[in-house]
């Protein structure tokens, strides 16, 4: 027999953190709201769709983004009402599949190729999923559905917030396309950069870039660039898959030559990496610093603590130790990242498990 096509759905929640305080808080509703702290070093973990016009987004530190929006109203983290919502709307998947791979606590794919409970089609299943969600918590959700993971998270981007978007067999690579490459997942901002200053702008530039020429400016990575420009992506929908690190890197559009340079540099990666942690409720042991010279000569650096680190200005101090031994600088600098691993849930009872970074 023939291989079935696959049926894989996206679901991401819209604005989930904010949403659930605009909904336990009725007098937030309509308001911009920014779910963290607004102090010196505070970080923006989620912002709802009335901050976001103002330019507020996750992972901006809180005293650029009230500036932005001076009436934004910001609402301290509440994890464990997040992780009773989450509960609820993966209760709701199992319904339909046991094929489930959360990639956050508002965020999962669902491999529904041999569904539980049988519809007329995937994109039946997708409404009805997000029907279920909006009765039995009172928030939207946003879905996708195709044949594949990168083309089901690009559809469910695509009519956010309260949308759902099919991309059906035979249709991905004209789909992808148009679109620029720094919307697709799996390709980060220095990444979409670096394409860019390689003149591959759109997916259709992707797909006209050989093999080669992708692996000689992108390592390992370049397969799954080369495919997901002809909307191709094999991956399974893995549950459970545990994470092992959180990271984040940018190669700078002109070397670095100075500390000061540096230093602000890793002050925002730490923003992003913290961001990263609060939106996923996890902390890790293992910081890790990766530098990258001019000359592509690469190091790494890594200092790992007895418990998992417990704020952005712990995970500061760390990765400036593991600077500091650099200065002065023996050559220019190209890139620069940050990550943790041995990752845990703080204080949660499989706080020892050890979780992936990518989906």
Request: hydrophobic share 40%; net charge positive.
């Amino acid at each position: 027999m023939p291989t079935p096509i696959r049926r894989i759905i996206h679901i991401d929640m819209d604005a989930f953190y904010a949403s659930v305080e605009q909904r336990d808080t009725p007098a937030l509703k309509g308001r911009p709201v920014a779910v963290g702290h607004c102090q010196e070093r505070g970080v923006v973990a989620a912002a709802s769709y009335e901050a976001r016009k103002f330019g507020v987004r996750s992972a901006m530190p809180s005293l650029i983004a009230r500036r932005k929006c001076p009436e934004l109203v910001f609402v301290p983290p509440r994890f464990d009402a997040y992780r009773a919502v989450s509960a609820q709307i993966h209760a709701i998947f199992a319904r339909y599949t046991s094929l489930i791979q959360p990639l956050s606590l508002d965020e999962a794919y669902l491999d529904i190729t041999h569904p539980i409970l049988r519809r007329a089609s995937a994109t039946a299943i997708a409404e009805e999923i997000r029907g279920c969600i909006f009765e039995q918590t009172g928030l939207t959700a946003s879905a996708g559905v195709s044949y594949n993971k990168f083309l089901a998270k690009l559809a469910s981007d695509y009519r956010k917030p309260n949308g759902l978007f099919v991309i059906p067999p035979g249709t991905g690579e004209a789909f992808v396309a148009p679109l620029p490459v720094g919307t697709f997942h799996g390709v980060g901002p220095a990444t979409a950069r670096r394409m860019n200053s390689l003149g591959i702008h759109t997916g259709a530039d992707l797909r006209a870039c050989p093999l080669d020429i992708l692996r000689h400016h992108f390592g390992k990575a370049a397969t799954f660039y080369h495919d997901i420009a002809r909307g191709m992506d094999n991956r399974p929908v893995e549950p459970n898959r545990p994470r092992k690190s959180l990271g984040k890197e940018t190669t700078f559009l002109q070397d670095l030559h100075t500390a000061p340079e540096l230093e602000h540099a890793m002050d925002k990666l730490v923003t992003q990496v913290w961001a990263a942690c609060l939106k996923r409720e996890i902390s890790g042991r293992t910081v890790t610093l990766k530098l990258r010279h001019s000359d592509f000569t690469q190091l790494t650096r890594s200092q790992s603590c007895p418990h998992p680190i417990k704020s952005e200005a712990t995970l500061r101090d760390a990765g400036g130790r593991l600077l500091a031994p650099l200065f002065p600088l023996a050559k220019p600098v190209r890139l620069l990242g940050i990550s943790l691993a041995g990752l845990s849930v703080p204080g949660h009872p499989a706080a020892d498990r050890q979780l992936s970074l990518l989906p």
